[in-house]
């Protein structure tokens, strides 16, 4: 098993931290962005892209803040990767982040930040923040 690397990646996004966490925390939030549909039982969530599926351990849920999930494939490689969602207000300005913490495969972390990108721009596209 080769090591994964950390990487992470800031949004800026113009909409409300209370809206933005129904977004990245419930599965009717993440399944108008970041997957297809998304189902969850406790805190096992089932994300399904394609017809194919992918199961995560909410490991942390911090009203407001952030939401923090761990693939159960990686969980049975005994891996310490995860991937992070969480909201970052600008105490002076109020401006609104989401920063986005992952791993990913040496040669896959380009693609993966790509991934991000057009995930989160279909995000800002729903909320109406350009």
């Known amino acids: 098993m080769s090591d994964k690397i950390k990487y992470e990646l800031e949004f800026p996004i113009q909409v409300s931290p209370a809206l933005l966490f129904q977004y990245i925390s419930t ?59 969480r909201i970052q207000v600008d105490e002076i300005t109020k401006d609104v982040s989401l920063m986005i913490t992952d791993f990913a495969e ?9 991934l991000w990108e057009n995930m989160v721009g279909e995000l800002k596209h729903i909320l109406g923040s350009n």
Not at 53 to 72: C, H, I, M, P
Not at 106 to 114: A, F, I, L, N, S
């Open 27 to 85: 599965p009717s939030g993440l399944s108008e962005w970041y997957a297809d549909n998304v189902n969850s039982r406790g805190e096992l969530f089932t994300f399904i892209w394609n017809g194919s599926e992918e199961q995560a351990k909410l490991l942390t849920k911090k009203s407001g803040d952030k939401v923090k999930f761990r693939w159960v494939d990686d969980e049975e490689d005994d891996s310490s990767c995860y991937f992070e969602l």
């Open 106 to 114: 040496e040669d896959e972390v380009e693609e993966g930040k790509m």
